[in-house]
């Protein structure tokens, strides 16, 4: 892979003139008589015109840092200590007239949620201008030419100005937020999560803008981001925090392949990429960061995945739970563990060596540009050549391609048991289409009527599917991706019984579920045998009731059972998905997000379902968190023998996961088949962008 | 409430919002005074008959009439301060002469009981309405705003002050006196009647958007009915915004009701009442102070406390207020 | 009371409880100009704030004290109450004199002065007096006295009267003759004694036929006296200016000292005295004419030197404050003197406010009347006697176990009231359950026949200062219930009453009635409270306010600005 | 927007309705005989019914309803007690058999005092109220916040009978310090009109710019977290700036609501405010009116609260809906 933005210090040492100089940096809030420390004791350096990546996992305290380089912490509930300097001025302590003319005009920065962080009152022009104005002191036409120069600069019509931030999609708002910082060339840009939220394809695009324009300004940028695939594009060097504190830091390459710290490599490792080897368990080296609730911390991810490993391979839990994970740190011997668990045939013993595991997750990065999947290299493309006309030599590629050496190694070095055992039940329904469906969408059309008007009349309806036609074998696993409102939760809902199709067909078991919507018996019924998980794993649970609650709803529903009885098969059902029964009695916000998507899942199982309809179970969680959860849902998919519709935007999870793929765009399905024929011979462009696109 | 609340069997960790809620409210000195105060107050009220037989007077005596050299014969008391004495403590009333102390323990009682029960029925039919109506939408949507909208333009006060007298003929035999506790019932019915709509009005809403999170979703999709989703999964959502409302209301209503007794169409005499006790004591407020002070300062602080009150509560279960 | 009725504000007040009954003048009394007010001087603007607009200014409806009183300012009658020093006399106000008998008092005849004069300067006739005493008659002026309609058809009431003549609608009256321009002759079909004072009343005011606007005469009527209405605004305000064609010389009571009245209404009247008292705003040049002081300021003006000369006090002419028992339900005297024994009369005085609502009564009429002598037929002292009220009810054939006490709502005072009453009704061992009654409804309610009232207190006065319309108008068995409110009948009494009817002399006629008052108050039908007296207030620079013996309140036509 | 503009204003027109319909229905029901109370006590039961006739009331109450309406829309002819017919012009809103006046003449002459004092109080809600909140949040935690907090506490929670009499008495009639509260109309100088109503709308404000200014304080506090503030001061925009043009902004549609329900029921007539200060506004008038059982004019009056609530409730979800571009576009 290319790197996307521009020259920078090649080599991983400290930049001799930093336009922003971190030392000692401590934030802490406090509120309601407690005391949260977010960042402890941060130093670092970010040298002019250099990218400077900031990973960690969710609740690592990056975006803290970046208020606190902007001076924009609320003085009054925050304690900031250290020393942050921009260009030589000083912004701790300093009085906000001093930092306030440093802000928007040296330091910029592009915030976490473009929606939220751009005025919905004003127009796009007027904010972007006023940003200009403040330091320029420009007169009114000046500001407004300017945005309208900067605008044009991001791609977004000058004439699109007077428009308000909520007639723009996703991309364009965050490539607003973009042109608004950028607007007086600032030296240091803070760029939080500027891609989080979008597309693969939007994704792609918009940091390709900040390259360019990095490139123009020579701004250097401070990338905050929880995605290491960003990180391996775009940045020179990067810096891990966990909790607070700095892990590791080093040149961008040097870490992605030689990451010292467990923890970097296992954050690297998480997420699979469009090279993982399908089917594999993937490494969960540490639990999930943050958390409001007492029960989070190392040890419990550790426990979780000792009791997934019990629960799957028969063993007793004794042997991975207690102290001793928790001692460590949660990290090697969680890894070790769960790998263990995972392969089963394997000795627990080898829990130290969580190297091969790594060493198979560390194919994401280096693959990316080796495997030859022609997309791959279109995209390397356009950066390339818009690099080639600056001065910066060509290394960025050298640099990665040197990454790609372990691809081999990865490859051979995975554990052949992983792919073959999901081989099974894979093979049996990958080989050609499943024979008898046990649900089958045919020819599906679903309308969202639009409001009546005044005078009676209809406004045109959105039509969200547009004759879909699926279907889910028994065992099998489907997976559904497709852009953003392409038809996918729809699709997935109608399934579920939850959403009435306006034409076409569904069956389930052979037999027409249509009408389940409106139907409550009907529903009632369906819903012993499909149960959905969903995509947030917090708002999908009541808050206001406890978990035991939770999970027995479905039997006071579906079964006749006494609250006793209800109460021992809900802690089965915890004990299933890797959580302490003993935890019936609380509430979702006193867990990890992990645990809680595991409680829905816990839910979704109560019933003893035959489909599950998991709409993007994991999109919303940490790469560390998802993978844990991937995890679970393939050995619950292997032990209990579930079908799946298994919706997601993200190709490399739904590569990973499903045996079969379906492609939406804009209601319709576009391609769909084996997930090796999909992902290695695509028929349709779209997908063929689809993929080109992931990074 | 007390659902959540379950004081006694719970595990240590569990960590409920109410039980998290009553911590941060536990730290909030003003809102715990305010609940003392408050708490006070209902005491106050429950034991006014015990207090009144220890002290050893009742508030329907007229005492200064009957013993000679307490009031003048203009009806103002010939002490001074209002006719402060051992006997009298907060004086007598000018004109009946009747003891002020008692007066006000008694008008207590009877804002208590107004405004509780005029809360408590408040609190049930605006969760019912706003649940079910929140939870419906479509045509019993419309039909509620249009119902709501109706009822806020409707001014309240005119209304009661045009009923009671009908309420008092149509339901009242001549000969007979009209009963305290239909005074009671009409006025804690027109208070209900128009006091549920903002309470309905703010759990609709809260309904509306609840109902676009993926639990309710979740829980049609595990086949559970509208009675389980509405009573189990809305229902102890929407307790927080409920409890604020009701102890905001609980002032309001009290103020409401000084102020009609104030327009002398309230609770009716003999019953003691604060804000006849203020009307009365305005009338006389500028020959003697006392006796508007005592019932002026005394609503002060009770309604002072109870706005305190919900305004803590409104900060222990909305971290966002947290100071 | 000890002091209602001291000098106040340079003229005399009459003091209620005092015998003070109007005399008859003589021709020469009712000669004008009037007897100038001490110290008054011209000019300036008099402002009057009252609590509401007068619910009527159409000569034939005005029925109430303060209309007569206010309604001089504007409008004459055939004769009028002249008041020096306190002391009223009834004279010739249009007319010459008090009016001249003849057949018995069935023929009454008045000639009116020379150069008394509209508004627009045309000389008023005596059609015109004619004229306004049939508009009686007609529809939509039933709320005004029936008199004239009674008496010069003899009929028993108005009712019957209208059927024999409906108004000017029917034509010509012929029970009154205009033989010319300036003479009036009465001609009764029974003799009549007290045409004079019903001569008085504002009914006997004369109304041009082409002035005549119906309902709109009610907010504007065409002047006579010594100012005109150039603006009246419905219940906001009123404004009096000089009429350049009123003659000072034909009037012998009223007074044109202001340049202009101006009255405006609605504001609370605590305000209006608060304001007045203290003299800030407009306060030292206004007065009122029709509000008494409030309550909550009687005592702090009382002690204040310079407050206090502000406070226009008196009696309240001829009215009087009674606690009314329904007979027809209270049959038992026993029990009725049970009530008068146990009422609380100090009590029921101190929550009205004390001494100065009035002084307790003992007699059915009020001393203002003609011909009042002082009696007490039952003597308790002002608290009461429980005991005493305790053996009468021991006597009593069938002893009541529960009463009802109807009362008007018009302001808390009335509950309180209500509560006295329970009290010691209680104490003699009666339940006593209150009804409080909307003003608005309060007379259909409690005067409809079968009405379940037992109780009430009210303040009423004759219509005119003698016997006359007391006790036939109240008293006889065969009144309406809307007459005999509290359904008294005595046929001994009924039969005296016809007797009396006849009687034509006047002294003759009051002395008769004024014996009859005592052998009906041995039945108790009534408990008398009190004599009632006002207390009103003007500002700094008012001058000449005083309260009229007759009507009960400031007289607006000797009012003066001080210094303009 | 339009199409917004046209729908609210059909709701409101729909919703005037139904409270006509429920005034009517109400107040007619009523026990007291309007015929008897306007003949006055010594009516016989011929006249009364007489009267009765001309007032309509033999009709069923679906006709006298019927009739009411039509004369809103059209106007009508109205028989006086005695049978007199007055013109009760286009929006009739009958006829008061007490006043003797159309009760829109009656509310007509009255209004000016309501729409005075209403007007000047709403001024002082707004900056008093805005004000406070405003200083409040700004300096939230501190304890000129906790002072304006304890302020409109003390605002919200003190009776306005009990206020408007003290001050009255100790900075009118004792001291002299404000001029004696009444009304004199604005063409006769602007001088004494605004005099006159100084106490009341300082009195008037206060108590209702109590509940505003702790409104106004809680959704600045929630709105000064908005992402968008965040961005603002990251422009170098100053703190108070950014407030101002971003979180008021941001907080203004609850307040902008509440202001509008405040705005109708002043304008309906300040019942307690005009009996404390002795003002004649449509509140006495509408009291007078329940005392005296002027059903006509109570009905009228209440229909006169009423559609100004309704009107200013629209108005602001107008104003909300023009503050806020994602309603406005949408
Ligand atoms: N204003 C605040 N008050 C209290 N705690 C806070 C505040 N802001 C952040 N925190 C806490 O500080 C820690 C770090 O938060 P921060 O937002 O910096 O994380 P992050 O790394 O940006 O996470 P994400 O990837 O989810 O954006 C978290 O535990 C968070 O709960
Ligand atoms: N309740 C609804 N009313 C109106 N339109 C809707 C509704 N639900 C979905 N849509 C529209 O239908 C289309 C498909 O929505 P859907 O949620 O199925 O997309 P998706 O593929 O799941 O997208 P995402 O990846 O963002 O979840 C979108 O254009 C969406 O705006
Ligand atoms: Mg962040
Ligand atoms: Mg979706």
């Known amino acids: ?695 | ?323 | 009371g000890a002091d209602a009725g001291e000098k106040q504000g340079g003229t005399a007040a009459a003091r209620s409880g005092q015998r003070l009954t109007a005399t008859l003048g003589t021709a020469d009394d009712s000669r004008g100009p009037a007897p100038a007010v001490p110290g008054a001087r011209r000019g300036g603007t008099v402002k009057v704030a009252n609590l509401k607009d007068y619910s009527h200014l159409d000569p034939q409806k005005i029925y109430a004290g303060e209309g007569y009183s206010t309604s001089l300012l504007w409008g004459r009658q055939l004769t009028q109450y002249q008041v020096v020093d306190g002391k009223p006399k009834l004279v010739g106000d249009l007319a010459t004199d008090t009016g001249t008998p003849s057949d018995g008092g069935r023929t009454w005849t008045y000639r009116l002065k020379d150069g008394v004069a509209w508004e627009d300067g045309q000389p008023i006739t005596s059609e015109h007096v004619k004229y306004g005493i049939e508009r009686t008659f007609a529809p939509g002026f039933e709320l005004g006295p029936t008199y004239w309609p009674e008496w010069l058809t003899g009929s028993e009431d108005r009712t019957a009267a209208v059927k024999k003549y409906g108004g000017p609608g029917d034509g010509d009256l012929d029970a009154i003759e205009t033989p010319d321009a300036q003479t009036l002759v009465f001609r009764f079909p029974r003799p009549q004694s007290d045409v004079p004072y019903m001569a008085a009343q504002s009914s006997s005011s004369p109304v041009r036929k082409d002035k005549d606007t119906g309902t709109g005469y009610d907010v504007k009527p065409f002047a006579t006296g010594p100012y005109k209405i150039v603006e009246h605004r419905q219940n906001q305000s009123l404004t009096l200016e000089r009429n350049p064609h009123w003659k000072p010389e034909t009037d012998p009571i009223r007074h044109q000292y202001a340049d202009r009245f101006e009255f405006t209404f609605g504001k609370k009247i605590l305000n209006t005295a608060q304001e007045v008292l203290s003299g800030r705003g407009d306060g030292a040049g206004t007065v009122t004419t029709k509000s008494e002081l409030p309550p909550e300021i009687y005592a702090e003006a009382r002690r204040d030197p310079g407050k206090r000369e502000l406070l226009v006090a008196g009696s309240q002419g001829a009215y009087t404050n009674d606690l009314y028992i329904k007979n027809s339900r209270v049959t038992d005297p026993e029990v009725r003197k049970a009530i008068h024994y146990l009422f609380p009369r100090e009590q029921a005085r101190q929550v009205l406010g004390g001494p100065r609502v009035g002084d307790f009564a003992t007699t059915l009429s009020s001393p203002a009347v003609v011909g009042w002598k002082k009696y007490d037929l039952y003597p308790v002292r002002p608290a009461g006697d429980i005991e005493k009220a305790k053996e009468h009810l021991a006597r009593a054939k069938d002893r009541p176990r529960s009463l009802t006490y109807a009362y008007e709502t018009e302001s808390p005072q009335d509950d309180r009231l209500a509560q006295v009453l329970v009290d010691a009704f209680a104490k003699a061992g009666i339940q006593l359950v209150t009804k409080p009654l909307e003003p608005a409804a309060f007379t259909s309610e409690v005067f409809r026949g079968d009405a379940p009232y037992d109780l009430w207190i009210s303040t009423n006065s004759v219509d005119w200062p003698t016997p006359s319309t007391l006790l036939p108008d109240s008293y006889h068995s065969k009144l309406d219930a809307l007459a005999n409110g509290i359904r008294y009948a005595n046929p001994a009494v009924d039969k005296e009453l016809e007797r009396i009817a006849g009687i034509g002399d006047a002294r003759q006629k009051a002395d008769a009635l004024i014996d009859l008052e005592r052998t009906v108050m041995k039945d108790v039908p009534v408990v008398p409270f009190l004599y009632t007296s006002v207390t009103q207030f003007r500002g700094k620079n008012i001058g000449g306010a005083a309260i009229h013996p007759i009507y009960g309140s400031i007289a607006a036509a000797d009012l003066y600005v001080k210094k303009p | ?330």
């Not at chain 1, 690297?268 to 639990?287: H, K, N, Q, S, Y």
């Not at chain 1, 030859?372 to 390397?380: D, W």
């Not at chain 4, 004649?280 to 005296?292: E, F, I, N």
């Open chain 4, 1 to 330: 927007m339009t199409g917004y503009v046209l729908r609210r204003a059909l709701q409101a027109a729909a919703v005037l309705l139904a409270i006509t319909a429920a005034a009517f229905g109400l107040f007619y029901a009523a026990p007291a005989d309007p015929a008897l109370i306007a003949c006055g006590p010594k009516c016989d039961t011929g006249q009364v019914e007489a009267v009765r006739h001309s007032m309509g009331l033999d009709q069923p109450l679906a006709e006298q309803y019927a009739d009411y309406l039509r004369g809103l829309l059209t106007g009508r002819t109205i028989d006086d007690v005695d049978g007199t017919p007055i013109d009760c012009a286009a929006p009739c809103l009958g006829y008061s058999y007490t006043l003797h006046q159309p009760v829109l003449d009656a509310i007509g002459d009255r209004f000016p005092v309501t729409l005075s004092l209403a007007g000047g109080a709403l001024a002082v809600i707004v900056v008093l109220g805005a004000g406070t909140g405003f200083a409040a949040a700004l300096r939230r935690g501190t304890a000129a916040d906790r002072l304006l907090s304890g302020f409109t506490l003390v605002g919200a929670s003190v009776q306005i009978y009990f206020l408007g009499y003290a001050l009255q008495y100790l900075l009118v009639y004792s001291t002299g310090l404000f001029p004696v509260p009444g009304y004199a109309p604005f063409a006769d100088g602007p001088g004494a009109w605004a005099a006159g109503l100084l106490l009341p709308w300082l009195v008037l404000g206060f108590v209702n710019a109590a509940v505003f200014a702790r409104l106004s304080r809680s959704q600045l506090l929630e709105t000064m977290h908005e992402g968008y503030v965040r961005t603002a001061r990251g422009k170098g925009l100053g703190a108070t700036r950014a407030h101002l043009k971003y979180t008021a902004r941001g907080a203004a549609a609850p307040l902008v609501q509440l202001l509008g329900l405040e705005a109708g029921a002043l304008f309906g007539g300040a019942f307690i405010t005009e009996t404390v200060f002795g003002l004649g506004g449509v509140g006495k008038l509408a009291v007078d009116a329940v005392v005296q059982n002027d059903l006509p004019t109570v009905v009228g009056t209440v229909l006169l609260a009423a559609f100004f609530v309704v009107v200013f409730v629209a108005l602001a979800d107008l104003v909300v809906a023009w503050l806020d571009p994602r309603v406005r576009l949408a």
């Open chain 1, 1 to 695: 892979m290319t790197e996307v933005f521009g020259p920078g210090a090649v080599s991983g040492g400290p930049p001799s003139d930093p336009v922003l100089r971190v030392r000692d940096l401590a934030v802490s809030f406090t509120g309601r008589g407690r005391t949260v420390t977010a960042v402890h004791g941060l130093s670092f350096d970010l040298a002019r015109g250099e990218v400077l990546g900031l990973v960690g996992e969710s609740g690592s305290g990056k975006s803290t840092v970046g208020l606190a380089a902007m001076g924009l912490h609320d003085a009054a509930r925050t304690r900031v200590s250290g020393s942050i300097s921009v260009g030589g001025t000083e912004i701790v302590g300093a009085p906000d007239s001093a930092v306030r003319a440093l802000r928007g005009a040296r330091i910029a920065m592009v915030f976490q949620d473009a929606l939220a962080a751009l005025s919905p009152f004003h127009p796009v022009g007027a904010q972007i201008a006023e940003a200009y104005r403040i330091h320029s002191g420009a007169g009114r036409a000046a500001g407004r030419a300017r945005a309208a120069e900067m605008l044009d600069r991001v791609g977004i019509p000058a004439t699109r100005a007077r428009d308000y931030p909520h007639q723009f999609s996703g991309g364009m708002r965050q490539r607003v937020m973009i042109a608004m910082a950028l607007v007086n060339a600032p030296d240091v840009l803070i760029a939080d999560e500027p891609t989080t939220a979008l597309d693969a394809r939007v994704q792609r695009q918009v940091l390709s803008l900040l390259a360019e324009l990095r490139e123009e300004s020579g701004t250097a940028v401070l990338l905050i981001t929880h995605d290491v695939g960003v990180v391996a594009g775009t940045c020179d060097r990067m810096l891990v925090m966990r909790n607070g504190h700095l892990v590791e830091s080093g040149p961008a390459d040097t870490l992605l392949t030689n990451a010292q710290h467990p923890y970097t490599r296992a954050l690297i490792d998480a997420a699979p990429t469009l090279e993982t080897v399908p089917g594999v368990r993937l490494p969960v080296a540490f639990a999930a960061g943050p958390d409001d609730g007492p029960a989070a911390g190392g040890g419990v991810g550790c426990g979780a995945g000792s009791l997934v490993s019990a629960a799957t391979a028969g063993r007793p839990a004794a042997d991975a739970g207690g102290a001793g994970p928790a001692a460590a740190g949660g990290v090697g011997c969680d890894a070790g563990s769960l790998l263990s668990a995972a392969t089963a045939g394997r000795p627990t013993a080898d829990a130290g060596g969580a190297g091969p595991a790594l060493a198979g997750g560390a194919v994401p990065v280096a693959v990316s540009v080796d495997t030859g999947l022609p997309p791959a290299g279109h995209r390397a493309l356009p950066v390339a050549a818009g690099k080639g006309a600056g001065p910066s030599p060509a290394g960025a590629g050298p640099a990665l391609a040197g990454g790609a050496v372990p691809v081999a190694v990865s490859v051979d070095t995975g554990p052949p048991s992983a792919g073959h055992r999901v081989l099974p039940v894979a093979a049996a329904k990958g080989a050609g289409p499943s024979p008898a469906g046990l649900a089958e969408v045919i020819d599906l059309h679903v309308e969202f009527g639009g409001r009546r008007t005044l005078w009676g009349r209809r406004s045109r309806p959105v039509r969200a599917v547009r004759g879909v036609s699926l279907r889910v074998g028994a065992g099998e696993t489907l997976g559904l991706v497709g852009e953003s409102g392409s038809g996918k939760s729809t699709t997935a809902r109608v399934l579920a019984g939850l959403q009435r199709p306006t034409a076409g067909s569904v069956r389930f078991d052979g037999r027409d579920i249509g009408r389940a919507a409106v139907d409550t018996r009907l529903r009632r019924e369906l819903s012993r045998e499909v149960q959905l998980v969903f995509q947030d794993p917090y708002a999908s649970l009541n808050p206001r009731r406890t978990v035991e609650e939770i999970v027995t709803t479905p039997l006071r529903v579906h079964t006749g059972m006494g609250a006793a009885a209800r109460r021992d098969r809900a802690a089965e059902l915890l004990g299933q998905v890797g959580l302490d029964p003993a935890h019936l009695s609380r509430y979702p916000h006193e867990f990890s997000g992990g645990q809680r998507q595991r409680i829905g899942i816990a839910r979704a199982l109560a019933p003893r379902p035959r489909l599950i309809v998991a709409d993007e179970p994991v999109s919303a969680l940490d790469v560390s968190v998802q993978a844990q959860v991937l995890n679970l849902l393939m050995d619950l998919r292997d032990e209990l023998g579930l079908s799946l519709l298994f919706v997601s935007h993200d190709l490399a999870v739904v590569r990973h996961f499903c045996d079969r793929v379906a492609v939406m765009r804009a209601g319709t399905v576009v391609e769909s088949g084996p997930r090796d024929e999909v992902f290695g011979d695509p028929k349709a462009d779209y997908t063929r962008e689809l993929l080109a696109a992931a990074l």
């Open chain 2, 1 to 323: 409430m007390a659902e959540v609340h379950g004081e006694g069997p719970r595990k240590r960790q569990s960590q409920g919002p109410f039980a998290s809620a009553c911590r941060a409210f536990r730290r909030d000195m003003t809102g715990m005074a305010a609940l003392a105060v408050v708490l006070l107050c209902a005491l106050l009220a429950l034991t006014a008959p015990l207090l009144a037989a220890l002290y050893g007077k009742n508030p329907t005596d007229h005492y200064g009439q009957q013993t000679p050299g307490l009031l003048s014969p203009e009806g103002l008391p010939v002490l001074p301060n209002g006719g402060i004495s051992a006997d009298h403590w907060f004086g007598i009333e000018p004109g009946l002469g009747r003891d002020v102390f008692t007066q006000l323990l008694y008008g207590m009682r009877t804002s208590l009981l107004v405004a509780f029960a005029s809360v408590a029925v408040i609190a049930v039919v605006g969760v019912a309405l706003g649940l079910t109506v929140g939870y419906l939408g479509g045509l019993a949507d419309r039909a509620f705003t249009f119902v709501c909208n109706a009822l806020l333009a409707f001014p309240t006060l005119l209304l009661l002050l045009a009923l009671s007298p009908v309420i008092r003929s149509r339901f009242v035999d001549p000969g007979e006196n009209e009963p305290a506790w239909m005074q009671f019932a009409s006025l804690i019915a027109v208070f209900a009647a128009f006091g549920w709509v903002p309470l309905a009005m703010v759990l609709r809403t809260t309904v509306r958007s609840l109902r676009e999170r993926e639990f309710i979703e979740a829980a049609r999709a595990v086949g559970a009915s509208r009675r389980h989703i509405v009573l189990r999964e809305l229902l102890p959502n929407v307790w927080a915004p409920v409890l604020v409302h009701i102890t905001l209301a609980v002032p309001g209503v009290v103020t409401a009701e000084a102020a009609l007794s104030f327009l002398g169409v309230g609770i009716n005499e003999p019953v003691p009442d604060w804000g006849r006790m203020i009307s009365r004591g305005s009338e006389v407020f500028y020959d003697d102070p006392t006796y508007l002070v005592f019932p002026g300062v005394a609503l002060l602080v009770f309604v002072l406390a109870f706005n305190l009150l919900g305004d803590a509560v409104r900060d222990a279960l909305d971290p966002r207020t947290a100071r």
